[in-house]
């Protein structure tokens, strides 16, 4: 039982952390799910995804086990259709064949920004109203993570984060989050969860700016701009390779 659970905590990570951006571009019909039941899209499922109960299936109408359903997922070439009963229950999953229609969110920013890339310019006010211009950091490492509040990996990093802005808050360091949610959420959920970075509300425009459709996405410039680091989704070793990033540019 325990190894069960194990399996599904790593399926639900791997979906919170690949899908957060997917759209599907049609609506395929299934003979095996029930018609009664609603197909949702990831970003409808809230901050939880219980698959206890949930009948697991390829497109093709294969029962689907835990185990192969993570070497799906982790392997990019299935995406996940969640159908929904009456109870808002999570009945069944189809992994669906991985196309260009319907993942338009698979691919990573990586492909685009890369070490050693100058960040272009931009500005944008923090929820204090104050404006944030990258150009203006010249001199200074910037440290940039791009999130949103109902992405879970994006909650579960804060904390690692956090102790980064503390160790370095008497250096040359600015620490600056790009949310995709406006103020007034932010600042809720601010209440619950403190996120110590400096923060951007309704940063949209940059994230497509730098096209980055992966959450969470950290970076480190340098006192010029460029990029010394970049990573993309959930890590535990995404806070000590900032943190290593950081120590090397200020030294």
């Not at 229609?101 to 698979?106: I, K, L, V, Y």
């Not at 804060?158 to 932010?186: Q, R, T």
Request: glycine letters at 6%.
């Amino acid at each position: 039982m325990t190894g069960i659970k194990t399996l599904l905590s790593c399926l639900i990570i791997l979906i919170q952390l690949s899908f957060a951006s997917l759209s599907y571009a049609q609506t395929p019909s299934y003979d095996f799910i029930d018609k009664s039941l609603k197909r949702k899209h990831i970003s409808e499922m809230g901050k939880s995804i219980a698959l206890q109960n949930a009948a697991l299936w390829l497109h093709n109408g294969k029962e689907v086990a835990i185990e192969d359903a993570i070497q799906y997922f982790e392997k990019g070439t299935y995406m996940p259709a969640f159908y929904i009963g009456d109870d808002e229950e999570i009945a069944a999953v189809v992994f669906e064949k991985a196309t260009a229609a319907n993942s338009p969110g698979r691919q990573a920013p990586s492909s685009t920004l890369k070490v050693g890339d100058q960040l272009d310019n931009f500005t944008i006010p923090d929820l204090g109203g104050e404006r944030f211009t990258l150009s203006e950091m010249k001199g200074k490492v910037v440290v940039l993570n791009f999130w949103f509040v109902g992405c879970g990996p994006c909650r579960m990093e804060i904390p690692h984060l956090n102790e980064l802005v503390e160790k370095y808050e008497s250096e040359d360091v600015i620490f600056m989050a790009v949310a995709l949610d406006g103020a007034s959420n932010i600042k809720k959920f601010l209440k619950k969860k403190p996120f110590t970075y400096r923060i951007a509300p309704e940063g949209s425009s940059i994230a497509r700016m730098f096209n980055i459709t992966y959450y969470p996405t950290n970076m480190v410039l340098d006192q010029n701009g460029k990029i010394a680091y970049v990573s993309t989704g959930y890590s535990t070793a995404v806070p000590p390779a900032i943190d290593r990033e950081i120590t090397k540019l200020i030294k």
